[in-house]
């Protein structure tokens, strides 16, 4: 449970836990996604947010949207491709501020 493994792969582990869940889940070097399938969104949510991961999806999987920004945490990337986040690696921020004299009329 701690390679990274690009495929079609799940996981059934036993658990007891929603926190040991999470901790077994996070017990790895990489974070690029995770899913978590469940009928309590109140558990979906927690969970969601606790993984270490880019993206997770809920209910779903491969769920990809040119809007949402993709990368992974840990050892799974830096930065992000796709979506605003995604932009901001091609530009630069400059301000520029200008005096306007006021007319004399």
Avoid at 22 to 38: D, P, Q
Avoid at 71 to 97: A, D, P, V, W
């Amino acid at each position: 449970a701690k390679e990274e493994i690009f495929g079609p792969v799940q996981q059934i582990i036993k658990f007891k836990t929603v926190d040991e869940v999470i901790k077994r889940a996070n017990n790895t070097h990489y974070g690029l996604v995770a899913a978590v399938f469940t009928k309590d969104i109140n558990k979906a949510f927690t969970v969601a947010s606790a993984l270490q991961a880019g993206t997770v999806w809920v209910n779903c999987y491969n769920a990809m949207h040119v809007q949402s920004p993709f990368g992974g945490f840990k050892m799974s990337g830096n930065g992000r491709e796709m979506g605003e986040y995604g932009l901001q690696e091609y530009t630069e921020i400059k301000t520029i501020t200008i005096k306007i004299p006021q007319k004399n009329s």
